[in-house]
């Protein structure tokens, strides 16, 4: 078997602020080979890094991120939410992240959530190629639209595709994307492994989120996935390990 890829699911999640610098760090220094994170971009076309759709779960604010601007999510703390320990963190803008993430090893698989207009797929995928970061990258989206959108602004990105369920025509949709992953839901791995293994004849990998329980891992590697996307990401290292060991 190749080694299995160890994916920090919005950083080292389980242990910090999720998609902030310090749960990115983490996830490295657990031993990730790819730190996943979410982009989206603020009312005046910044990227930045944050999952929901709203400020309101991670921060303690209020209002979609579309219509802040970057001076007003700036201001936001994003770490008092998941422990005090990380009052005061905020935001990160994706340059900070990709010049986090720079000097390290793990690759990103960086997420583009929908809405996401061609200017701002050009934007985000330009300030990765400025960081130097385009051939370490992944960029992934559950809008095949989007994926679509990064191919022709960065021909040469490795390109995948989420999935709630593998859809019926899974491997045919991937070969018309040109992706290189296809990331779906656990339970849809655990339910179809002929489709891994159809995508894998293919070209395509498959990585499934969120394998938050060890107990499914064994047999998730049995389903022929190249990685495993969590938010436990050191216990996942220990765990992969002891398998080459
Ligand atoms: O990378 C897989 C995973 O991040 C997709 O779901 O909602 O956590 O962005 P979500
Ligand atoms: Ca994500």
């Given at each position: ?68 601007t ?24 994706l ?67 989420l ?11 991937a ?11 656990m ?13 894998a ?45």
């Amino acid at each position: 078997m190749d080694s299995l890829h160890r994916v920090a699911h919005r950083g080292y999640s389980a242990i910090a602020p999720e998609n902030t610098l310090p749960a990115l760090t983490a996830g490295v220094l657990a031993g990730a080979t790819f730190i996943e994170f979410d982009v989206r971009t603020t009312a005046d076309g910044v990227p930045v890094v944050i999952h929901d759709r709203t400020v309101d779960r991670t921060t303690d604010g209020s209002g979609k991120v579309w219509e802040l601007t970057l001076d007003e999510i700036s201001g936001l703390d994003a770490g008092t939410w998941f422990s005090p320990a990380y009052a005061g963190i905020g935001v990160p803008q994706l340059t900070e992240v990709l010049d986090l993430l720079g000097p390290h090893d793990a690759e990103l698989l960086l997420e583009i959530k929908p809405p996401a207009t061609l200017e701002q797929v050009k934007n985000i995928l330009g300030q990765v190629a400025d960081a130097g970061l385009l051939g370490r990258t992944v960029v992934q989206s559950f809008d095949p639209a989007i994926v679509r959108l990064a191919g022709e602004v960065a021909p040469d990105v490795r390109r995948g595709l989420l999935r709630d369920g593998f859809d019926a025509d899974q491997v045919e949709i991937a070969q018309e994307l040109g992706i290189s992953y296809c990331n779906p839901r656990m339970s849809s791995v655990l339910g179809s492994p002929g489709t891994v293994a159809a995508l894998a004849g293919v070209g395509v990998s498959v990585m499934p989120w969120t394998a938050n329980d060890a107990a499914l891992w064994p047999g998730l590697v049995d389903a022929g996935v190249a990685g495993l996307i969590t938010d436990h990401t050191g216990e996942l290292t220990g765990w992969a390990n002891s398998l080459v060991a």
